[in-house]
């Protein structure tokens, strides 16, 4: 049995504020490995240990979607700004253990915490390229089919600030905008294969499945995280589910009937553009006319 932490962490603390701020109830947080009872994060609150309870109030308005957590911390937010900068969408980052939900984040930019709005359009410049606009241009759309080929959902796409929503991007698709929709259609597909790909990520990756646990005469051993596992087995199977409707002819574990049809279609329509211009071809059954040596000599009967 794991010894319960009694007193004031500051470092437990931020982790529990995290973790509210996704969505996470403070039971379901407490029963993970390491974490204080909810009795004991209750008490925290109610003597508001270094700002705890405001922190607490903040983090559960931002997890359940009614308002935004205003802390702020330079090192997150370098964190956030380099994955930003190396190509990464805001979506992703803020998935990372640690760090903030995405509505944190936009509020940070909005009242320019720490000259964080002039630092994160840097980032954005140089990890994304020239920042578009919501209507129509060459950049935004040429921003939204490099991502898609990376891999990345369009609603995590269009989450990003100055984005369009991702009811704009599938008009223009219906609309073609400067052929914008088979450039989509192919960046959908080259996106997928990358997913296919991150399988063998998912699978492979063992960095963070054993956790330290304290025993009761102070020893600590390495165990298997319980949940890592389960988690990865659903990020897996959650992908191996979409790839095969997406791509069938790829994927698809039974034949393709639609893409047998489709072959099908294709030469039925290369022998209609073949027929007509056959004659004078030989058959099969016909035999080719054996043509005579050019050194016989002619015959005198004919």
């Not at 992703?92 to 903030?100: A, E, K, N, Q, T």
């Amino acid at each position: 049995m794991t010894r319960r932490l009694t007193f004031y962490d500051p470092e437990i603390a931020e982790r529990i504020v995290a973790e509210v701020a996704r969505g996470r109830t403070l039971t379901d947080i407490c029963r993970d490995e390491g974490m204080p009872a909810d009795d004991t994060v209750r008490r925290w609150m109610a003597f508001d240990r270094q700002g705890f309870a405001a922190r607490m109030q903040d983090a559960r308005l931002t997890g359940h979607g009614r308002a935004c957590h205003n802390w702020y911390s330079r090192d997150i937010a370098d964190r956030i700004l380099d994955g930003i900068a190396a190509g990464r969408t805001m979506a992703s980052v803020c998935r990372d253990i640690g760090l903030p939900c995405r509505a944190t984040v936009v509020h940070w930019i909005r009242d320019d915490h720490d000259g964080f709005a002039a630092r994160y359009r840097q980032a954005r410049e140089i990890g994304h390229g020239k920042p578009g606009r919501v209507t129509y241009s060459p950049e935004i759309a040429d921003r939204i089919i490099v991502l898609l080929m990376r891999g990345e959902m369009l609603s995590d796409i269009c989450q990003e600030p100055d984005m369009p929503h991702p009811n704009s991007v599938l008009t223009w698709v219906a609309e073609n905008r400067e052929s914008f929709a088979a450039r989509y259609r192919e960046a959908r597909q080259t996106g997928y294969h990358m997913v296919a790909d991150g399988l063998f990520g998912i699978t492979d990756d063992r960095s963070n499945d054993w956790i330290v646990r304290c025993k009761e005469d102070g020893t600590v051993e390495m165990i298997l995280d319980s949940e890592r596992v389960p988690r990865a087995r659903l990020r897996f199977d959650s992908r191996r589910w979409v790839l095969p409707k997406v791509l069938p002819r790829d994927y698809g574990d039974r034949p393709n009937l639609q893409a047998r049809r489709d072959d099908e279609s294709d030469m039925a329509e290369f022998l209609k553009l073949l027929n007509g211009r056959s004659r004078g071809l030989p058959s099969e059954d016909e035999p080719l006319e054996e043509e005579a040596p050019d050194n016989e000599p002619p015959n005198d009967d004919a």
